[in-house]
């Protein structure tokens, strides 16, 4: 996958939680690309080829700041997700994964009380002082994913 290809592919899934986000200025916005074979600064040719399996754009849009990076496993693309610099992280608007170039949906979800409960970025947002907790918090694939380990 290429990196205007990402992009046409961001474009195409069109992220609007929390805010409209359709991959137009993602080229314009990106600021790194961290693959399994090393850092990339700008300036991006558009004919870079992203030649991990696992791909993630994460944006922080107050920046606004988009960063991709690749994965050599699924377990470490999950762990980046859920982890403090992923989408529960504040500043981070928005995560967008790719499997084999492929857009891959996915869901947090974490135990409030004794129920699940689906994590969501625009309620964070919303949520003053930052800093909620989320207990129990795990990954699911949706089943329209076209996920292969």
């Not at 290429?2 to 991959?23: H, K, N, R």
């Not at 990106?30 to 600064?41: F, H, K, N």
């Not at 791909?55 to 999950?78: K, Q, T």
Request: proline share 7%; glycine share 6%.
């Amino acid at each position: 996958m290429s990196l205007i290809q990402l992009a046409d592919a961001l474009t195409a899934c069109a992220v609007a939680d929390p805010w409209a986000f359709d991959g137009s200025d993602f080229l314009e916005t990106l600021s790194r690309i961290e693959l399994t074979a090393g850092i990339l600064l700008p300036p991006f040719s558009p004919e870079i080829e992203l030649n991990d399996r696992f791909i993630v754009v994460d944006h922080v849009g107050h920046v606004p700041e988009s960063s991709v990076r690749g994965f050599a496993d699924r377990a470490e693309l999950e762990a980046f997700i859920l982890g403090p610099a992923g989408l529960t992280n504040p500043f981070t608007t928005f995560c967008v994964v790719f499997v084999d170039g492929s857009y891959c949906p996915f869901r947090l979800l974490y135990v409030d009380g004794a129920r699940d409960v689906e994590f969501s970025k625009a309620a964070q947002l919303e949520r003053v002082p930052f800093g909620h907790e989320y207990p129990e918090l795990r990954l699911e694939w949706l089943p329209d994913a076209r996920y292969r380990s």
